[in-house]
């Protein structure tokens, strides 16, 4: 038995057997199959759709499905979630995000992001030159950037810490 809530809405009780899915209270017939580049054929009560996976963040259960044009963000609970959120233990909610800080002396080519800016894992956040390289810092985590504390063409030291994220 999961919870999940669809666009922040109400959560709704889903229970999973041998193709047979109750949401809510309700019995539905599916049936879903993959499909190439991140897509899924959906068949439920009769009617099928075809839902493109476009984000996936499995620290917070979460998943941005596009189907017919609409995206919907789908967050699952798992038995412990809902356990732990009880004891109030929402692991979600207690992960820290860490600053973005120089791995040794170097120049600030470029600073890619703004403050106030929303980011997410993987995306670049600016440019050092240190040895005569130049290093991409990207995000460690979704986050949002709370501070720049550099600017381009400034020196740094080991350690310093260049962008704060919350």
Same mark, same amino acid.
């Given at each position: 038995? !999961?919870n $999940? @809530?669809?666009?922040?809405q109400?959560? =709704?009780?889903?229970t999973?057997d041998?193709?047979? &899915?109750n949401?809510?209270?309700k019995?539905?017939?599916w049936?879903?199959?993959?499909l190439?580049?991140?897509s899924?054929?959906?068949i439920a009560n009769?009617?099928s759709y075809?839902?493109?996976?476009?984000n996936?963040?499995?620290?917070?259960?979460?998943?941005?499905l596009?189907i017919e044009?609409?995206i !919907?963000t $789908? @967050?699952i609970q798992?038995?412990?979630? =809902?356990?732990l959120?009880k004891m109030g233990?929402? &692991?979600?909610k207690?992960?820290?995000?860490?600053?973005v800080?120089?791995?040794m002396p170097?120049?600030?080519?470029?600073?890619?992001?703004?403050e106030g800016q929303?980011?997410?894992k993987?995306?670049p956040?600016?440019?050092?030159?240190a040895?005569?390289?130049?290093?991409?810092?990207?995000?460690?985590?979704?986050a949002?950037v709370?501070?720049i504390?550099?600017v381009?063409?400034?020196?740094?030291e080991?350690?310093?810490i260049?962008?704060e994220?919350?």
């Amino acid at each position: 038995m !999961y919870n $999940i @809530k669809i666009n922040g809405q109400e959560a =709704l009780t889903l229970t999973l057997d041998a193709g047979q &899915i109750n949401v809510g209270g309700k019995d539905l017939q599916w049936d879903i199959q993959p499909l190439p580049n991140k897509s899924f054929s959906i068949i439920a009560n009769n009617k099928s759709y075809v839902a493109f996976l476009e984000n996936v963040d499995r620290t917070k259960k979460t998943m941005d499905l596009r189907i017919e044009n609409s995206i !919907y963000t $789908i @967050k699952i609970q798992e038995p412990i979630d =809902l356990l732990l959120e009880k004891m109030g233990l929402d &692991i979600s909610k207690t992960q820290k995000v860490e600053p973005v800080k120089a791995p040794m002396p170097g120049l600030v080519l470029k600073v890619m992001v703004t403050e106030g800016q929303s980011i997410r894992k993987g995306d670049p956040v600016l440019i050092l030159e240190a040895m005569k390289m130049e290093n991409v810092f990207k995000a460690s985590a979704d986050a949002t950037v709370k501070a720049i504390k550099i600017v381009e063409g400034q020196a740094v030291e080991k350690g310093e810490i260049l962008i704060e994220l919350a």
